[in-house]
């Protein structure tokens, strides 16, 4: 399942379960958004991704959208809904303090 991009294109779309069999599905729901998205290190370095996805997007959404996905996929018995937990991984780094 498409992951990375999967979270960028939470931040742009209202509640979706849609169902995307890879990558390259994700991608191209998400150059709607992001219309020269690519994925590699150096187009993500240059278009500074954290800066677009707030400027352009909605990070409340992506996360209000991503918990209600992961309830759905963890009572689902359907290994294919789409859901993201990166949000999970955000927050650590909002959480930690430094040492």
Not at 64 to 81: F, G, H, M, P, W
Request: proline share 5%; with cysteine.
């Amino acid at each position: 399942m498409p992951c990375i991009e999967f979270w960028f294109l939470l931040h742009f779309k209202p509640y979706s379960n849609k169902i995307y069999r890879n990558c390259n599905e994700v991608i191209q729901e998400l150059k709607q958004f992001l219309p020269d998205y690519k994925k590699t290190k150096g187009f993500l370095q240059k278009l500074n991704i954290y800066k677009a996805l707030v400027e352009k997007g909605d990070q409340a959404l992506a996360i209000k959208t991503a918990i209600r996905l992961c309830k759905e996929y963890q009572k689902s018995d359907n290994i294919q809904l789409p859901y993201s937990e990166i949000r999970l991984f955000l927050s650590s780094f909002r959480t930690s303090k430094p040492k």
